[in-house]
């Protein structure tokens, strides 16, 4: 019982040091513990400065993808609305496209229910047959052959028998002593007219009575030759309802095909800093709202020519014309 009680004594003994001034067993246990716990703190403030610091990527990260995320919506409510096709081309085909944009304030307060309560641009391939078509065409030809303008611009009013010769205009229909056109010239002028002005009327919902037809409506031939007078200058920006005084919509029918009667002479529309074209194809029919809010020029032909009419509308009946006619 002895030897026992001598090895237990031993035994717990020999949980001190040996020279018995160092620490217990025990007491390292809880000295371990005691740095995990100071240690813990230490770190835990460490980490927290760590986190702190590496949350700030993703924060710039996160501010990055919001602001993305709120362009790329409006990207695609602007697709919606065509407002980022910005060119029309001679190669497509558009059944029906329109581009809205701000109304400038160009058009007083009379004739509320003429006037713009929208404003835009737009264009329409396949209104028309391909016979009448050709036969706007022929007329523009028929009567140019009369005359011919020195300078790239060649200008020919149906209506009025106005004609482009040298630096001058004569009146075609005085000029000659048999009509250069006949009943079907104008049958077909009145009836590419009319659909012109309903689908004026129906893009921007306004009544078709309201609208009337105004001057200068007019066949247009441009080419390369150098400008002869100012009226030939046709390249610089101008504003239809300023430079008309009575124009409150605008269209051009294309009667020749951009890159392939002509190069150049793409109509242009001014929006800032940049310009959206639209390149004239046969058939294809242009128009919109005549104020300030479309700012617009022809470039110059390069090379071959380009053949179009202009069918303007105004608010205002005292500046109706009519129909030409036999």
């Given at each position: 019982?002895?030897?026992?009680?001598?090895?237990?004594?031993?035994?717990?003994?020999?949980?001190?040091?040996?020279?018995?001034?160092?620490?217990?067993?025990?007491?390292?246990?809880?000295?371990?513990?005691?740095?995990?716990?100071?240690?813990?703190?230490?770190?835990?403030?460490?980490?927290?400065?760590?986190?702190?610091?590496?949350?700030?990527?993703?924060?710039?990260?996160?501010?990055?993808?919001?602001?993305?995320?709120?362009?790329?919506?409006?990207?695609?409510?602007?697709?919606?609305?065509?407002?980022?096709?910005?060119?029309?081309?001679?190669?497509?085909?558009?059944?029906?496209?329109?581009?809205?944009?701000?109304?400038?304030?160009?058009?007083?307060?009379?004739?509320?229910?003429?006037?713009?309560?929208?404003?835009?641009?737009?264009?329409?391939?396949?209104?028309?047959?391909?016979?009448?078509?050709?036969?706007?065409?022929?007329?523009?030809?028929?009567?140019?052959?009369?005359?011919?303008?020195?300078?790239?611009?060649?200008?020919?009013?149906?209506?009025?028998?106005?004609?482009?010769?040298?630096?001058?205009?004569?009146?075609?229909?005085?000029?000659s002593e048999n009509s250069v056109f006949n009943k079907s010239d104008f049958e077909v002028y009145s009836k590419i007219r009319n659909k012109i002005q309903e689908t004026i009327a129906?893009?921007?919902?306004?009544?078709?009575?309201?609208?009337?037809?105004?001057?200068?409506?007019?066949?247009?031939?441009?080419?390369?030759?150098?400008?002869?007078?100012?009226?030939?200058?046709?390249?610089?920006?101008?504003?239809?309802?300023?430079?008309?005084?009575?124009?409150?919509?605008?269209?051009?029918?294309?009667?020749?095909?951009?890159?392939?009667?002509?190069?150049?002479?793409?109509?242009?529309?001014?929006?800032?800093?940049?310009?959206?074209?639209?390149?004239?194809?046969?058939?294809?029919?242009?128009?919109?709202?005549?104020?300030?809010?479309?700012?617009?020029?022809?470039?110059?032909?390069?090379?071959?020519?380009?053949?179009?009419?202009?069918?303007?509308?105004?608010?205002?009946?005292?500046?109706?014309?009519?129909?030409?006619?036999?």
């Amino acid at each position: 019982m002895s030897n026992v009680r001598k090895r237990n004594v031993k035994f717990a003994a020999g949980t001190k040091e040996e020279d018995g001034k160092g620490p217990s067993g025990l007491q390292k246990v809880g000295s371990a513990v005691l740095n995990v716990i100071l240690n813990r703190k230490k770190n835990k403030g460490r980490i927290q400065k760590i986190e702190n610091a590496s949350i700030w990527p993703y924060l710039f990260l996160f501010v990055i993808f919001l602001t993305f995320s709120i362009y790329f919506v409006d990207y695609l409510h602007r697709w919606e609305n065509n407002e980022l096709l910005n060119d029309a081309y001679q190669t497509e085909s558009y059944e029906k496209r329109f581009v809205e944009v701000k109304c400038s304030n160009d058009y007083g307060k009379s004739f509320k229910n003429c006037k713009p309560k929208k404003c835009g641009r737009a264009v329409r391939d396949n209104l028309f047959t391909l016979e009448d078509i050709k036969h706007m065409r022929e007329i523009a030809i028929k009567g140019m052959q009369y005359g011919g303008g020195n300078g790239g611009a060649t200008i020919l009013d149906l209506h009025s028998g106005a004609l482009s010769k040298g630096d001058k205009f004569i009146n075609l229909h005085a000029a000659s002593e048999n009509s250069v056109f006949n009943k079907s010239d104008f049958e077909v002028y009145s009836k590419i007219r009319n659909k012109i002005q309903e689908t004026i009327a129906d893009e921007f919902n306004v009544d078709k009575k309201v609208l009337h037809l105004t001057k200068p409506t007019f066949f247009s031939r441009l080419d390369n030759k150098p400008a002869s007078t100012q009226h030939d200058e046709y390249w610089h920006e101008h504003v239809d309802r300023v430079t008309y005084g009575t124009f409150y919509y605008t269209s051009l029918l294309y009667l020749s095909d951009y890159g392939v009667d002509f190069t150049g002479g793409r109509f242009m529309f001014v929006d800032g800093h940049t310009n959206k074209s639209v390149e004239p194809k046969f058939g294809r029919l242009s128009f919109f709202t005549s104020g300030s809010e479309n700012i617009h020029f022809v470039e110059r032909v390069e090379n071959g020519t380009r053949y179009a009419i202009t069918v303007s509308f105004t608010c205002d009946k005292k500046h109706k014309i009519v129909d030409p006619s036999m």
